[in-house]
């Protein structure tokens, strides 16, 4: 899970080892062409379409034809309000769902790891919607949030005494609803994630503060808080990643509408994906490769420095 | 964190259990209930009990629907899941396993690979370009490699770690009784990964088997529709039948729903001891 480990190699759980005298008998014991079944499929289906979108961006294509045509697609792209709005929205929503996350995760962990009654059962329950179909999420919300008959404002107005929002179909908080909807559906991840991180906090720190007297605060701010950062720092990574690549809810809940309310890069790439315009919907998938790779490389860093070891 | 005194437990604890019921399950209340109704009371769109409930009924007519649809949508999701993990499974542990024992130039690519695979979004229509020109593009077993291909950096970042703690004594014994590197592996340390690889498998299987992005790009078209993509049969602009609907929901859900209940203990374990804590 931890996207920490990988960037620094030198310090992921492995002793510095004695060399050994016979380096060839170990290296035979583990071929190197190990790498190759799952490498080759990577190449091929990953890697080379990533390398050669660099290419198709810049052309005018048709799938057997491509025609070199420079900046015109990002100019297009930068250009067309529909377009450029869904790069505002794209990070938006990231943001949104990843912060969302962060904070009820942990409360949620926090809650979930104290004594209380029903744990187990409260535990399954919010990890529950992890399991459910996005496609199956998005189709039940979108009746759920029906603006005159659905459940949600049937409640609104009985409690509330006035007309729900259109949640959908309102342009200015549409987007917000579906990252509601995301929120909900994947905070039981970030509660799984953060139980574990927790548990890993050994037990004498909590008994030391008993002893001195610490508050429930103190020891959610000077311990729990600083020990399970590198729980905090996945959560984060993690859902934001998934937030700024998400499309399956979108395309689900309001397929990017009304209008262009809610369109994300991803959902812009499906779009002029259909409507033929390969070389558009490649400069699309570039700027989601320059935003994410610009945001979650410089973050992962920061996040590593700031880690504090048990 | 045990400092709670008995009353504050069961305060906290019933709450807890009010405010998560109705957050996270009356939704699926609904989705029973809805899947239950027919067709006149679905469409009112209420959460109620239903006045006929002819939940067999609907289920058995949303597994009719268009010839069978579901059923073959059924089987060909079983075999993108099944076979898709399993490669994930054996290459992602051969990689994670030569990664961490063996100390090589290569390590430093690969682990930038790993991070790249984790971090990039996939390019669209550069994947299906390369397809076309292989042949995969619009077959099932293309689109089982292109999840191969997404999920393997996943797998290797979480197998690694798990790994790394397994004692190499084991390898040293093995090899000074004669194992190759095939034995060495396939007998003696992949049966050990047996906890880690439940945590993968249950993982990437909720992720495939309830992926719609990659089936609507790489395998368009009804014959080969995968179980999401059967959702929206019975969604059209003149009238959606809400009762099927949700008895599709409903259906599509219970492989994971099981799965989880299943394996629930295990990946919990997997996943703080292989994962947070590494």
């Known amino acids: ?310 | 964190m045990n400092a709670m005194r008995p009353a504050t437990r069961w305060l906290v604890g019933l709450a807890g259990i009010l405010l998560t019921t109705a957050v996270f399950l009356v939704p699926f209340a609904f989705i029973l209930t809805m899947a239950a109704k027919d067709p006149v009371e679905a469409a009112r769109l209420q959460f109620s009990w239903p006045a006929n409930f002819q939940l067999w009924e609907n289920v058995v007519s949303v597994f009719q629907a268009r010839d069978y649809m579901l059923i073959i949508a059924f089987i060909n999701s079983a075999i993108l899941t099944v076979a898709s993990v399993t490669l994930m499974v054996i290459f992602g542990s051969m990689i994670a396993f030569v990664l961490d024992r063996r100390r090589s130039r290569l390590n430093l690519l690969i682990n930038t690979l790993v991070l790249a695979g984790l971090i990039i979004p996939p390019a669209v229509v550069p994947t299906i370009w390369v397809m076309q020109g292989l042949g995969l593009f619009k077959t099932l077993h293309g689109l089982i490699l292109v999840e191969v291909a997404f999920g393997l950096s996943f797998t290797v970042l979480i197998m690694r770690a798990f790994v790394a703690t397994i004692p190499r004594e084991i390898d040293e014994a093995a090899i000074v009784d004669g194992a190759g590197p095939l034995r060495l592996f396939f007998r003696v340390i992949f049966p050990l990964l047996r906890s880690v690889i439940v945590t993968v498998v249950v993982v990437q299987s909720i992720f495939v088997f309830n992926d719609f992005q990659n089936p609507l790009y790489f395998l368009p078209g009804n014959q080969n529709a995968t179980v999401q993509l059967t959702l929206f049969n019975f969604q059209s602009q003149a009238q959606t039948t809400y009762n099927l609907l949700f008895a599709n929901i409903l259906v599509i859900t219970v492989p994971m729903l099981v799965m989880y209940i299943i394996f629930q203990r295990q990946i919990v374990a997997g996943m703080t001891s292989g994962a947070v804590k590494g």
């Open chain 1, 1 to 310: 899970m931890t996207i920490t480990q990988t960037s620094r190699p030198g310090r992921a759980g492995r002793p510095t080892r004695p060399r050994r005298a016979s380096g060839s008998y170990v290296d035979k014991a583990y071929p190197l062409w190990f790498h190759l079944p799952g490498g080759i499929v990577f190449v091929t289906l990953f890697l080379v379409p990533t390398a050669l979108s660099f290419y198709f961006a810049f052309t005018r294509w048709t799938l057997f034809k491509s025609t070199f045509i420079g900046f015109d697609n990002f100019v297009l792209f930068f250009s067309e309000p529909g377009l450029i709005g869904s790069l505002r929205n794209t990070l938006i929503y990231g943001f949104v769902t990843s912060g969302a996350k962060v904070v009820l995760g942990m409360l949620l962990a926090v809650l979930l790891s104290a004594p209380i009654i029903a744990r187990g059962y409260l535990r399954s329950v919010t990890f529950f919607p992890v399991l459910v179909s996005t496609v199956g999420v998005g189709l039940t919300f979108q009746i759920l949030l029906d603006p005159f008959h659905g459940v949600v404002n049937q409640v609104w107005a009985v409690v509330l005494g006035i007309d729900g929002p259109g949640w959908l179909t309102d342009p200015s908080i549409a987007l917000l609803s579906v990252a509601g909807i995301d929120v909900w559906k994947g905070v039981g991840l970030a509660t799984l994630i953060y139980i574990a991180g927790i548990a890993a906090i050994p037990h004498e720190y909590f008994e030391a503060a008993r002893v001195d007297g610490a508050s429930s605060w103190q020891v959610f701010r000077r311990i729990i808080l600083p020990l399970s950062w590198s729980a905090t720092s996945t959560v984060i990574l993690l859902s934001l990643i998934g937030g700024l690549r998400s499309f399956d809810l979108i395309w689900t809940t309001t397929g990017g509408g009304p209008g262009f309310a809610s369109d994300v890069i991803a959902s812009v790439i499906y779009k002029q994906y259909q409507a033929g315009f390969y070389g558009l919907s490649t400069a699309g998938n570039v700027i989601l490769f320059i935003v994410v790779t610009a945001i979650i490389y410089p973050l992962s860093r920061w996040l590593n420095s700031k880690e504090t070891s048990l």
